[in-house]
């Protein structure tokens, strides 16, 4: 059964903390990508990995770190730094040589709350 | 740069009414456009897309979506509502050259 999966589902900080969350896939796509969702906004891209050892900061990566270490791993640590950490996080994935171009695939998300 | 505009935040419709969800794209080329669905506390899922082949586009679970370049319009429709339709729904726009992101609309919330 392939797909992406994201864990945990519901995730709560302590202020100061760093946490990170989990994207696994085993679609064998090649391009990886973090957003966050706000209420009443769209979702706005932290980081895009396109493969293995690269990633890029998109239009809102402050506070955020991210790894690509395999193919079918893209974990984000959200830090201490971030200040207003609370919102809907989603994981996607691209088959194609990530041009962001293509039909993007979604993880079901991380619900991440500050204390 | 590309962006989207979603013209209404809510939209309600009785189960067996058409479903009207209006979006409008700024591009200073001939963009590709997507809507994707959302369901409460899931991801996203892909409804369409659109890349220069037909204007007129159909999709999943009876959505389709027509390109006009004269309004600048991307609406998406369905003939008649079901109660599995309340979602989410947003229009998306790629922007840039080289790495091409997608860029989301606020979203419009079907009820």
């Known amino acids: 059964d392939g797909g992406i999966t994201q864990s945990p589902k519901y995730l709560f900080r302590k202020e100061g903390q760093n946490v990170t969350l989990s994207c696994e896939q085993n679609l064998n796509h090649d391009a990886m990508y973090w957003y966050r969702q706000d209420p009443g906004q769209g979702l706005r891209l932290i980081y895009y990995s396109q493969i293995v050892n690269d990633f890029q900061k998109g239009d809102i990566a402050e506070g955020y770190s991210v790894s690509r270490e395999k193919k079918e791993s893209f974990p984000l640590t959200v830090t201490s730094a971030q200040k207003n950490p609370t919102a809907f996080y989603l994981c996607?994935?691209?088959?194609?040589?990530?041009?962001?171009?293509?039909?993007?695939?979604f993880g079901p998300g991380t619900r991440l709350t500050v204390l | 740069a590309q962006s989207v505009t979603q013209l209404d935040s809510h939209v309600s419709v009785s189960e067996g009414t058409p479903v009207l969800l209006r979006c409008n794209y700024s591009?200073?080329?001939?963009?590709?456009l997507f809507w994707y669905v959302q369901h409460p506390n899931k991801g996203l899922q892909l409804l369409l897309k659109?890349?220069?082949?037909?204007?007129l586009v159909k999709g999943i679970n009876g959505f389709e979506a027509e390109f006009k370049k004269s309004e600048t319009s991307f609406h998406l429709t369905k003939p008649s509502a079901h109660m599995s339709d309340a979602a989410e729904y947003f229009c998306v726009v790629i922007s840039g050259t080289g790495f091409q992101k997608l860029v989301f609309g606020t979203g419009t919330r079907l009820l």
């Open positions: 591009s200073s080329y001939s963009p590709s």
């Open positions: 996607a994935s691209e088959p194609s040589g990530g041009t962001g171009a293509d039909t993007q695939y």
């Open positions: 659109y890349t220069s082949a037909a204007t």
